[in-house]
């Protein structure tokens, strides 16, 4: 049963624009934003019955707010798949080739779980700009990306709004409206239709974003930092320290993909990307996970497991690594498997990186994580079992 929602948001934010002089952060400015224009939002909700019930209007306003005339979002319609969801539209902006429209889903009904999909096959959600353009687009779901274009999961707890942003890639500088916007789900496909993207003439500064210098860094002033620059949510992010963050995502296409870390240091109130390092292909299947700092004698380090997948023999490496992100140094062993049906015959190869050659505690800490892993145990097994039937 679809419910219909007629939306309008009176908040905009500038999520995406970066000024080159230093800004307040999003939640600073999305708050002064509330204080300063009131909001009107209509429902229109659907009975068991599919019939549309009576509309029910409410409007807020702050005490030197008498007038209220600016809302983008007013003609907005949505259309769900399912009953009892508020949808709250917070921007649609340009950000270099990409739109992003941010909206909070409201759930007024029990808490449940469900996936929303992107556009990469085999699911075809998609957006058309009013010239009839097509794009492909992706989500981020909460804090949970959608793997460039498949599934994101999550759940939505009742009575707390969940954000999402929906990357829209390769939008023509000509649209200045999104007719239509479908993304898929598991519950059916949501529609949101009439989206004006609100395009400003404010400068991007290409290399930094500016934060307030004594704001306290909590996970979402976090993300935010790395979205101001890119554009998307990080898959990972880890704080080293007030003036350092680190994080971990992907650059490039679906067959291209490359995992990054990536580092971000503040100087005078200011974060800049002052590394990035390139750990392994996401084509076909491959992963990078288990990211997580360590300490290793006393020193902090980035560990983590890149997967590779390999060819139609079912070879495979898994990049065992460390990385200093002080010295910018990747330590790693790859355990590269390959089937054999030869009796008695390894079919796995450790292959270290040559700075390991002194640093062998990190190497033994490298091994002992590798026998640890339900990976190499898998080999293992595919091993015995070929001696033992000499398949």
């Not at 959600?125 to 804090?143: C, R, T, V």
């Not at 939008?171 to 007719?179: G, H, M, R």
């Not at 892993?373 to 898998?378: G, M, N």
Request: charged share 25%; net charge positive.
């Amino acid at each position: 049963m679809k419910t219909k929602f007629k939306l309008s948001i009176a908040i905009i934010c500038s999520l995406i624009i970066i000024n080159e002089a230093p800004a307040q952060s999003f939640w600073k400015k999305l708050g002064k934003a509330a204080e300063q224009i009131g909001k009107e939002l209509i429902t229109i909700p659907a009975d068991s019955t599919g019939t549309k019930s009576t509309a029910t209007e409410t409007k807020t306003a702050t005490a030197t707010e008498t007038k209220v005339n600016i809302n983008p979002f007013k003609d907005v319609v949505a259309i769900s798949p399912v009953n009892g969801l508020e949808i709250n539209i917070l921007g649609c902006e340009p950000s270099d080739k990409y739109v992003v429209l941010v909206y909070t889903i409201t759930n007024r009904g029990p808490e449940f779980g469900f996936r929303i999909r992107g556009s990469s096959p085999p699911y075809k959600s998609n957006a058309i700009d009013e010239f009839g353009n097509q794009y492909w687009l992706k989500n981020y779901f909460g804090n949970v990306a959608d793997n460039n274009g498949r599934e994101a999961y999550n759940t939505l707890p009742t009575d707390v709004p969940i954000k999402i942003q929906t990357v829209i890639s390769n939008v023509s500088p000509q649209a200045n409206k999104l007719t239509q916007v479908k993304i898929l789900s598991s519950k059916g496909d949501f529609i949101i239709k009439n989206v004006p993207i609100i395009r400003s003439n404010v400068s991007v500064q290409s290399s930094t974003t500016s934060t307030d210098c004594n704001e306290a860094l909590d996970a979402q002033k976090i993300n935010d930092i790395f979205y101001k620059k890119y554009g998307v949510m990080p898959s990972k992010r880890l704080k080293i320290n007030d003036n350092k963050l680190l994080y971990y995502h992907a650059k490039g296409s679906d067959l291209e993909a490359m995992g990054c870390f990536f580092i971000f240091e503040k100087n005078n109130c200011v974060w800049n990307v002052t590394k990035i390092e390139e750990i392994g292909t996401l084509a076909y299947g491959s992963t990078i996970d288990s990211i997580q700092i360590v300490s290793v004698q006393g020193k902090d380090y980035l560990y983590y497991e890149s997967y590779m997948t390999g060819g139609s023999a079912g070879n495979y490496d898994i990049y065992f690594g460390l990385y200093d992100y002080d010295m910018y140094q990747n330590y790693t062993i790859d355990y590269s498997f390959y089937p054999t049906k030869e009796k008695n015959k390894s079919s796995v190869n450790l292959i270290s990186s040559d700075n390991l050659k002194f640093k062998p505690v990190l190497s033994d800490f490298l091994r002992n994580r590798m026998k640890l892993s339900s990976r190499t145990e898998e080999a293992k097994k595919a091993r015995t079992q070929r001696r033992t039937y000499g398949k």
